[in-house]
């Protein structure tokens, strides 16, 4: 069964990534996805690139929600920026906490993300399908496992919709999060993050720095292929395909994949589902 998909990107930096990114889009809509998503940097820095994405994917027919951290942040400058999608017609929105800009103190208004859910319900109603982040291998700041589920419990009940996980490559660490969140009450849709594999040190790097837990078999086999770039694609195209493949058999609600504004290891995954267009 062919499950709803969702694609991630980020906000381009030069003339030339906006180009490349319009026709990764094209290619990537005629998935028929959900939504996509665009990221917000540190402290709001990618603030006008990323709306200027948003407004761009709405403008191209395809619904589009956009990445809302607080850290830094005020009540006054977040009803701002509401109003401002809102009127851009954006009804989905995916609420972070957020990084600190390197060198900035906790500043704002908001300490977590269930806040920042919390104001925007007050503020908007049920304006915005909001979407949460979750972490099934554990957020690298919690101070445990439990602290970390209920601080997913905090986002649900201050009115979040659906949450979209960290990736991870073990389905194990994804079943046994979602349990544990139905176990304390929490219905709301998980959906798997979905990391598709096209360079080694690439994805040690972001793995590392998020806390995303890259099992020792693929890091070794990863390693192994040195700087053999075919290799590595076509075992990551291996590895994510199965990942993807049990998630959906064992009741993932659907998969959001983070593109990195690449399109080819995404639509490699997808074909290789016989979800291909």
Partial sequence: ????????????????????????????????PEFCS????????????????????????????????????????????????????????????????????IGGEFLYASDLVAFIREETGRDFHIEVACYPEVHPQARSPEADLQAFAAKVHAGAD????????????????????????????????????TSSTQLMRFSDACGAEIPRWIRLRLQSFGDDTASIRAFGLDVVTDLCERLGAGG????????MNQSVATLGVLQRLGWGA
């Fill in 252 to 259: 993932a609600p659907a998969l959001h994949f983070y593109t």
């Fill in 38 to 105: 665009v990221t917000y940097g540190a402290g709001g820095s990618t603030h006008d690139g990323t709306f200027g994405t948003v407004r761009e994917i709405l403008e191209e027919g395809v619904a589009a929600a956009s990445h809302f951290s607080c850290i830094g942040a005020t009540r006054a400058t977040v009803r701002e920026q509401l109003a401002e999608l809102k009127a851009m017609g954006v009804d989905r929105l995916v609420a972070l906490r957020g990084d600190l800009p390197s060198g900035y103190g």
């Fill in 162 to 197: 659906s949450a979209i996980t960290q990736y991870f490559f073990s389905p194990e660490a994804y079943f046994r999060f979602v349990d544990e969140a139905r176990a304390i009450g929490l219905g709301t849709p998980i959906v798997p993050g979905i990391m598709p594999i």
């Fill in 1 to 32: 069964m062919r499950l709803p998909l969702s694609f991630e990107f980020f906000p381009p930096k030069t003339p030339e990534g906006a180009t490349k990114l319009r026709a990764v889009r094209q290619q990537l809509y005629a998935q028929a």
